[in-house]
């Protein structure tokens, strides 16, 4: 019988040491290292949405009755509903299992083995999980200070195997937005430039009114963050007609579960309510910021996104994640080059953030000695 090592021989060289997505853990995982009852427990460490999604959604799934048939594979009522929310025609839109499937589809459509792909680092970690498993060859080109994108360095960089240009906007982990002049200049060079919205209901800004003028600008979005369902993963994105036609051939079928479609279309049915929960998000992540500036050990970052991050003084961003971990409250360390003094923390409700400050003294207290 052939050993493990037989196996792993036929592994594709380039995988065998990939790293993989390193996710945050699960509440239910951190028994034994916490201080307080696991039910207490806050998770402020994956930019969900505190307030949950529409109680529609919750209605309609409680008397769905059509979990033993297949979704439909062509999404067209799916792209028709995200057709009335955003005002872009079904033409252009496909639909993911979360928008990482999608930044997922869009490597596998236009990375071969040693094409490059340009981030503006720090960027989402999906970019490199994605070219890594294609092979490509992820291009960072560092933000200034301010985390400001470079648009001078971002086409110098830009060579024979250039495939894509990637920025989040608002950028995930700083939370700013790039300037719309940036964005198209670098549009300007032609080849496919997506621009991850992910945040989009939180800055309020977008990209997608200038798709017809620049035919190789993409568009990604969620229903994560803002309609609370990152559970059932639901992502979209906006495309040129010919790219969503390549897409729609290349991803697996049924890729959208039929729970997913019900929450979107409950979901859009129930804007407001959805809305006032960003509204309170928006609201709240202002004074999270504000409460955040008072301690000497941190210097945060203003946001447009629900989440923002924190320099930590003193090299000490991974003690003080554990620390605030072992009091329950679960906050985002990447652990990177670029951000190893880094934490972010997601904007939950008032309460979260009250509990969040009062542990944050404590622990200042602690340092002071």
């Known amino acids: 019988m052939s050993g493990d090592g037989e196996i792993e021989r036929l592994i ?58 297949y979704a439909d594979a062509g999404q067209q009522e799916l792209s028709g509903l995200i057709e009335g929310y955003t005002g872009i025609s079904a033409g252009h839109i496909v639909s993911g299992n979360g928008s990482c499937e999608l930044i997922d589809l869009l490597f596998r459509l236009f990375v071969e083995p040693g094409d490059e792909v340009i981030v503006t680092a720090p960027a989402f970690i999906m970019y490199r999980f994605s070219a890594g498993i294609c092979g490509g060859r992820l291009v960072e080109v560092p933000r200034d200070k301010g985390f400001g994108i470079n648009v001078a360095a971002i ?10 240009i990637i920025i989040d906007n608002p950028n995930n982990p700083t939370g700013n937005l790039a300037a719309e002049k940036d964005i198209l200049e670098i549009a300007a060079t032609g080849l496919p430039v997506v621009v991850d919205e ?3 209901e939180f800055a309020g800004e977008t990209l997608v009114p200038l798709m017809d003028r620049y035919h190789n600008l993409m568009v990604l979005r969620t229903f994560s963050k803002w309609a609370g369902l990152a559970g059932l993963r639901i992502g979209y994105g906006l495309f040129p007609p010919i790219v969503a036609n390549y897409l729609m051939k290349i991803k697996l079928p049924y890729n959208v579960n039929v729970a997913a479609i019900v929450a979107v279309r409950e979901s ?102």
């Open 268 to 369: 859009l049915k129930d804007l407001d309510y959805l809305m006032d929960n960003v509204r309170a998000i928006i609201a709240e992540r202002e004074r999270l910021f504000n409460e955040l500036k008072k301690f000497k050990f941190l210097e945060p970052f203003p946001s447009r996104a629900n989440f923002i991050l924190c320099s930590v003084l003193g090299a000490m961003a991974g003690e003080l994640c554990d620390k605030l971990q072992r009091r329950g409250i679960q906050v985002r360390y990447f652990n990177t080059p670029v951000l190893k003094n880094y934490i972010r923390i997601s904007v939950g409700k008032p309460e979260h953030t009250d509990i969040l400050i009062r542990a944050l003294q404590k622990i200042g207290e602690e340092i002071n000695g």
């Open 198 to 200: 992910a945040y989009f």
């Open 12 to 69: 594709r060289p380039g995988l065998v040491a990939f790293g993989g997505y390193s996710a945050r853990k699960s509440p239910e995982n951190l028994v034994g290292e916490l201080e307080v009852p696991l039910e207490s427990v806050i998770k402020l460490d994956a930019n969900e949405n505190p307030y949950g999604c529409s109680p529609r959604v919750n209605r309609a799934l409680a008397s769905f009755r059509e979990i033993n048939t």
């Open 155 to 164: 086409k110098a960089a830009i060579g024979k195997r250039t495939r894509m």
